[in-house]
């Protein structure tokens, strides 16, 4: 087993540890081991524990469980919202030539922010190679949608618009509620990506009034391969996976009964949200104004805008990313540089850069995301770390373009070779 004594885990939003009330609970669920389908005994154990998961859920969020579709993650139920509102309308068109030997022109129109998650963005991207057309909405540097922009392109050919609740980069939270409207009084569908929302701020998705809302479970606590779709009653979508009468038809397979159950644990967990946020964010703020008055050539990232509290996305000028995120590792801290799911991929956030940073700026940024029991001390910890880090690696990096600015002259060149 790996050591992991003085380890100080701040890539929450990355994924989070499994909290010790699934750890306790998981056992009984995978002692439930029959197919949920099935009509003996052996069935009635595991429906029982995805009754009760989804009607917890449905009570965390204010919504009825029939609008609770469960998938893998988040990943799939963006996946299955967009892609089966695309399918819905394709299939509503060839069902009409069918009948009456014309094609009525149908809702071929998608938006999402232009700092989604790969998960929305590219399957939009995928939708325009199917022939969509689709308009990606601005974000500027301080985390703001253009509003205008939203609302000058938002039309009645508009099928379905995809705005992130908040962003798993910077943190910051978008309008939801407004945008829902928008979309509304022009007869558009409206979903909203709330995976990294789920267990950092508190969710009323009924009074959002959004149509369709993603969420996973592995961002709060839970394991990984669970997550679920909420999509309002009365929304037609195609089903992304076609197979068995499970889910009411939405979403065929065999239900993965522990990390559902595991679902319904955590959904009970989000009425302490609220205390447990406000804590996180005053730890994050006091890291923030140590940072920004102890470490010179430091930026926030969309700190002026409302943002999730345990985030912080920072510019150090100078310093690469990837060699602090090493650097920070080796001396016990966890970290990331943009998004876990882009790890190992040298090309600076598109995010970041959608936002309007330079690729340097965004090559230096540095992703610190609190959890749940991050303590004073740990973050006291990691910036006296963050100040050492930071200060040996621009001394090097001086000194190392010192010794390129000498080799240069010495052979007569420049630094632009
Ligand atoms: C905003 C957002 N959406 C979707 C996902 C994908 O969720 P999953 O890992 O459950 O597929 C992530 C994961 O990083 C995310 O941050």
Same mark, same amino acid.
């Given at each position: 087993?790996?050591?992991?004594?003085?380890?100080?885990?701040?890539?929450?939003?990355?994924?989070?540890?499994?909290?010790?009330?699934?750890?306790?609970?998981?056992?009984?669920?995978?002692?439930?081991?029959?197919?949920?389908?099935?009509?003996?005994?052996?069935?009635?154990?595991?429906?029982?524990?995805?009754?009760?998961?989804?009607?917890?859920?449905?009570?965390?969020?204010?919504?009825?469980?029939?609008?609770?579709?469960?998938?893998?993650?988040?990943?799939?139920?963006?996946?299955?919202?967009?892609?089966?509102?695309?399918?819905?309308?394709?299939?509503?068109?060839?069902?009409?030539?069918?009948?009456?030997?014309?094609?009525?022109?149908?809702?071929?129109?998608?938006?999402?922010?232009?700092?989604?998650?790969?998960?929305?963005?590219?399957?939009?991207?995928?939708?325009?190679?199917?022939?969509?057309?689709?308009?990606?909405?601005?974000?500027?540097?301080?985390?703001?949608?253009?509003?205008?922009?939203?609302?000058?392109?938002?039309?009645?050919?508009?099928?379905?618009?995809?705005?992130?609740? !908040?962003?798993?980069? @910077?943190?910051?939270?978008?309008? %939801?509620?407004?945008? =829902?409207?928008?979309? #509304?009084? $022009? *007869?558009?569908?409206?979903?909203?990506?709330?995976?990294?929302?789920?267990?950092?701020?508190?969710?009323?998705?009924?009074?959002?009034?959004?149509?369709?809302?993603?969420?996973?479970?592995?961002?709060?606590?839970?394991?990984?391969?669970?997550?679920?779709?909420? !999509?309002?009653?009365? @929304?037609?979508?195609?089903?992304? %996976?076609?197979?068995? =009468?499970?889910?009411? #038809?939405? $979403? *065929?397979?065999?239900?993965?009964?522990?990390?559902?159950?595991?679902?319904?644990?955590?959904?009970?967990?989000?009425?302490?949200?609220?205390?447990?946020?406000?804590?996180?964010?005053?730890?994050?703020?006091?890291?923030?104004?140590?940072?920004?008055?102890?470490?010179?050539?430091?930026?926030?990232?969309?700190?002026?805008?409302?943002?999730?509290?345990?985030?912080?996305?920072?510019?150090?000028?100078?310093?690469?990313?990837?060699?602090?995120?090493?650097?920070?590792?080796?001396?016990?801290?966890?970290?990331?540089?943009?998004?876990?799911?882009?790890?190992?991929?040298?090309?600076?956030?598109?995010?970041?850069?959608?936002?309007?940073?330079?690729?340097?700026?965004?090559?230096?940024?540095?992703?610190?995301?609190?959890?749940?029991?991050?303590?004073?001390?740990?973050?006291?910890?990691?910036?006296?770390?963050?100040?050492?880090?930071?200060?040996?690696?621009?001394?090097?990096?001086?000194?190392?373009?010192?010794?390129?600015?000498?080799?240069?002259?010495?052979?007569?060149?420049?630094?632009?070779?």
């Amino acid at each position: 087993m790996t050591h992991m004594k003085s380890f100080i885990y701040l890539d929450h939003n990355a994924t989070t540890p499994v909290c010790g009330e699934v750890l306790e609970a998981l056992p009984g669920f995978a002692a439930a081991w029959g197919n949920p389908s099935s009509i003996h005994q052996a069935g009635r154990m595991p429906k029982n524990i995805i009754r009760d998961s989804r009607k917890a859920i449905a009570e965390s969020f204010k919504v009825s469980p029939l609008e609770i579709i469960f998938t893998v993650g988040g990943s799939e139920a963006n996946n299955f919202v967009i892609k089966g509102i695309f399918e819905f309308y394709q299939l509503e068109q060839i069902q009409k030539l069918k009948v009456n030997g014309t094609s009525k022109e149908i809702r071929n129109h998608y938006m999402c922010s232009a700092v989604e998650h790969p998960a929305v963005f590219k399957t939009l991207m995928y939708l325009k190679s199917m022939g969509a057309e689709v308009d990606i909405i601005p974000v500027n540097r301080r985390g703001e949608i253009d509003l205008e922009f939203y609302q000058s392109h938002l039309s009645e050919k508009t099928a379905l618009v995809s705005v992130m609740m !908040a962003n798993n980069e @910077t943190g910051t939270l978008f309008p %939801i509620e407004q945008m =829902a409207t928008m979309a #509304h009084a $022009r *007869g558009a569908l409206f979903h909203t990506d709330a995976v990294q929302a789920f267990g950092k701020i508190e969710i009323n998705l009924s009074a959002l009034n959004v149509d369709f809302a993603s969420f996973s479970g592995h961002k709060f606590n839970s394991i990984k391969g669970s997550g679920f779709l909420f !999509a309002k009653r009365g @929304t037609q979508l195609n089903p992304l %996976i076609h197979g068995g =009468a499970q889910e009411r #038809h939405r $979403r *065929g397979g065999t239900e993965n009964t522990m990390g559902i159950g595991c679902l319904g644990v955590v959904a009970k967990r989000t009425a302490f949200i609220a205390e447990k946020a406000k804590s996180i964010s005053k730890i994050r703020n006091h890291m923030e104004s140590r940072i920004l008055s102890e470490i010179s050539d430091v930026t926030v990232t969309a700190s002026e805008t409302p943002r999730l509290p345990n985030t912080s996305s920072l510019v150090l000028l100078g310093v690469d990313g990837e060699t602090m995120l090493m650097s920070l590792d080796l001396k016990g801290f966890a970290v990331s540089t943009g998004a876990a799911c882009s790890s190992g991929n040298p090309e600076p956030s598109p995010a970041l850069l959608a936002m309007g940073l330079s690729r340097d700026e965004a090559q230096n940024s540095l992703r610190v995301s609190l959890g749940w029991d991050t303590t004073l001390e740990q973050i006291e910890s990691f910036v006296e770390t963050l100040k050492s880090v930071v200060t040996r690696l621009r001394t090097l990096s001086d000194a190392d373009n010192c010794a390129t600015a000498q080799i240069c002259s010495a052979v007569g060149g420049s630094n632009h070779v």
